[in-house]
């Protein structure tokens, strides 16, 4: 069974930073790429940055030179180094890994940035 359980989120002040953590189960981690999603109310999610199975990253342009998303397979972690947070990034994040033929989807932590 395909598990993700995000951890990390809380409340910091604009500038601050905060790491956000993914722990999976239930699928061969090392093969797949994983993603960072986003959502504030009202609006769509969005693709943060994610990372393949050779490590190659993607990054929203918005995230770009602030964020950095790493893995470590042993581990089966993804995680998600934010830097510079601005109150824009304010949002519930996700974590993602599409296989068998679907999406699986983490709980979500909040992220809150405020002063």
Same mark, same amino acid.
């Given at each position: 069974?395909?598990?993700?359980?995000?951890?990390?989120?809380?409340?910091?002040?604009?500038?601050?930073?905060?790491?956000?953590?993914?722990?999976?189960?239930?699928?061969?981690?090392?093969?797949?790429?994983?993603?960072?999603?986003?959502?504030?109310?009202?609006?769509?999610?969005?693709?943060?940055?994610?990372?393949? !199975?050779?490590?190659?990253?993607?990054?929203?342009?918005?995230?770009?030179?602030?964020?950095?998303?790493?893995?470590?397979?042993?581990?089966?972690?993804?995680?998600?180094?934010?830097?510079?947070?601005?109150?824009?990034?304010?949002?519930?994040?996700?974590?993602?890994?599409?296989?068998?033929?679907?999406?699986?989807?983490?709980?979500?932590?909040?992220?809150?940035?405020? !002063?």
């Amino acid at each position: 069974q395909v598990q993700l359980v995000e951890s990390g989120g809380g409340l910091v002040q604009p500038g601050e930073s905060l790491r956000l953590s993914c722990k999976a189960r239930g699928f061969i981690f090392k093969f797949l790429t994983m993603d960072w999603y986003r959502q504030v109310p009202g609006k769509q999610r969005e693709l943060v940055a994610n990372i393949t !199975s050779g490590g190659s990253t993607n990054y929203a342009d918005s995230v770009k030179g602030r964020f950095t998303i790493s893995r470590d397979n042993a581990r089966r972690t993804v995680d998600l180094q934010m830097n510079s947070l601005k109150s824009e990034d304010t949002a519930v994040y996700y974590c993602n890994v599409y296989t068998a033929n679907r999406d699986y989807w983490g709980q979500g932590t909040q992220v809150t940035v405020s !002063s």
